[in-house]
């Protein structure tokens, strides 16, 4: 009997707090990435990371969020940090649609668009602002501008030079122009699509209305030459592939994005040329070598001619430049801290201007450009191997240390 009394007051203690918790937890608390319990008489809840207890028994995300920007995958729990596309970083995942792409930037209008990349994999992208995903039909010659290859059916990614470039197009692979006949694009009609190698060395079929160019004066009024289609004989092509024309400020990036033809140099989106004359006034068509580049290129350099360090501003120095077949002084910015007269290496070369060992050097015109112990002597300049034929230097004066 006492056996059955102390039963039944166990139960009833347990339909108590079976109550209490059912009437302190409602239905749905904490979900759906918790679930609620009662402490001490106290509903609360009890969430699965990277979720946390808050107000009102629901679960709150404490990690960043889709579009946001990120450092490393750490920072994006629900998927990771991608580094995509112009060193921009921010969270994304892998996707099968676009409704599961959703930009929680503030104060960022792009769209997030389910887009296949290069390896096959689809994953949350940010598109240009004020585009809108693609329906992943296009095929070869499609416009997928700022669209990227969200655009695109599959096989036919999307290539750009910006993601708001006019000429985006679906492309395909290719080996040569014929590959590329089935390519139309209706919405470019002064350009033709043939097949060229872009960077690694793949070639795909692209828009170009010529297929070489070595100035701009090559190209039709509305685009340039632009430097990164050079091939290995020194030719370029025609296009517009950033918003700023050139002489505009660009960012001082060699390979600017914002820039028409993509190269930036000292500040100033730059002109591709061959002769002085296709250079803005008081610019020459100078030869210099680029990063990561074996060959020389012709680019309109230059803001003014100097005679000597005196003639050029604050940050800029008198350097040898070559115009036509003779080398005169332009005023080009520094490019290292060491003045003229400091000791220098070739291999050890912090010069404002070079180092003609063993001292840094610059333009001159009479000895008192040089620094006190330097003298302003004519050298013959290297032009082209082998130096040791007279066709192939120019003479030029520079500060000579004694």
């Known amino acids: 009997m006492r056996s059955t009394a102390i039963l039944l007051l166990f139960t009833s203690l ?10 302190l937890c409602p239905e749905n608390a904490c979900e759906p990435h918790g679930s609620c319990v009662v402490v001490n008489s106290q509903a609360q809840c009890n969430c699965e990371p990277p979720y946390e207890a808050c ?58 668009c389910c887009v296949e990349v290069e390896t096959g994999d689809r994953m949350c992208l940010k598109i240009a602002e004020g585009h809108a995903c693609g329906d992943g039909m296009g095929s070869c010659g499609d416009s997928c501008t700022g669209s990227l290859s969200s655009a695109c059916a599959p096989g036919h990614p999307c290539l750009r030079r910006s993601d708001s470039d006019p000429m985006a197009i679906c492309s395909q692979p290719c080996l040569i122009d014929e590959d590329c006949q ?80 993509l190269l930036c ?28 580049w074996d060959d020389g290129i012709r680019i309109c350099m230059g ?33 290292g801290t060491d003045p003229v007269g400091t000791e220098c290496t070739d291999a050890d070369d912090r010069c404002e201007v070079f180092c003609m060992e063993p001292f840094c050097t610059e333009w001159c015109t009479i000895e008192r ?26 003479p030029g004066t520079i500060c000579m240390g004694t």
């Open 182 to 261: 089935s390519c139309d694009a209706p919405h470019l009609p002064v350009l033709v699509i043939t097949c060229i190698t872009i960077a690694g060395g793949d070639k795909y079929c692209l828009p170009t209305d010529k297929p070489n160019c070595r100035s701009d004066a090559a190209c039709p009024p509305y685009q340039v030459c632009s430097y990164p289609m050079l091939d290995v004989l020194g030719e370029g092509r025609c296009g517009i592939w950033g918003d700023r024309q050139p002489s505009e400020a660009c960012d001082n990036q060699t390979f600017e994005t914002t820039c028409a033809n």
């Open 14 to 23: 347990l339909f108590l707090a079976c109550s209490e918790e059912k009437d």
């Open 265 to 292: 140099l000292e500040g100033i989106c730059r002109t591709i040329c061959q002769v002085n004359s296709d250079c803005p006034q008081d610019m020459i068509c100078e030869e210099i070598r680029l990063p990561n």
């Open 55 to 112: 107000e009102e028994l629901t679960c709150c995300y404490t990690g960043r969020q889709m579009g946001e920007p990120c450092t490393e995958d750490e920072d994006c729990p629900l998927g990771f940090c991608l580094d995509y596309f112009f060193d921009e970083k921010y969270c994304t995942s892998t996707c099968e649609s676009h409704d599961e792409c959703i930009d929680h930037a503030v104060a960022d209008a792009r769209e997030m």
């Open 369 to 394: 450009d040089c620094p006190k112990g330097m003298t302003c002597e004519i050298i013959h300049f290297c032009l082209a191997e082998p130096c040791d034929e007279p066709k192939n230097t120019a």
């Open 303 to 335: 803001d003014a001619t100097c005679i000597g360090p005196d003639d050029c501003i604050e940050g800029e120095s008198c350097w040898p430049t070559l115009n036509g077949d003779s080398l005169e002084g332009w005023c080009r910015a520094s490019e």
